[in-house]
Nanobody, 122 residues
Framework: QVQLVESGGGLVEAGGSLRLSCVAS????????LGWFRQAPGKEREFVAA???????TYADSVKGRFAISRDNPKNTMYLQMFSLKPEDTAVYSC????????????????WGQGTQVTVSS
């Protein structure tokens, strides 16, 4: 069982930056594949970024070059550094954990945090 808690969301102007954190409970954090997803009002949940146990990453095309996912296994923490934010990045951002190879679909993740709101003003 893994419990995930996000933090770091907030209100930022377009072009600004934010760093989200996701702290996980559990002794086997380092073995999990981790991901960030987001959901805007009235839209489906969409993949943002993922990182596996060895640090290999993958990103959605919409955030590639602007967002960076990382993990600190001794601290049981994952991060999402977001640069050059746009109004269309506004959403609730959730972290997720699962086992196996990198994955970009929500069904591939067994554990989810509650989410943190990111709002980008124009």
């Amino acid at each position: 069982q893994v419990q995930l808690v996000e933090s770091g969301g907030g209100l930022v102007e377009a072009g600004g930056s934010l760093r989200l954190s996701c702290v996980a409970s559990g002794r086997t954090f380092s073995s999990y594949r981790l991901g960030w997803f987001r959901q805007a009002p009235g839209k489906e949940r969409e993949f943002v970024a993922a990182i596996n146990w060895s640090g290999t990453t993958t990103y959605a095309d919409s955030v590639k070059g602007r967002f960076a996912i990382s993990r600190d296994n001794p601290k049981n923490t994952m991060y999402l550094q977001m640069f050059s934010l746009k109004p269309e990045d506004t959403a609730v951002y959730s972290c997720a954990a699962g086992v196996g190879a990198l994955a970009t679909t929500p069904v591939s993740y067994a554990y989810w945090g509650q989410g943190t709101q990111v709002t980008v003003s124009s």
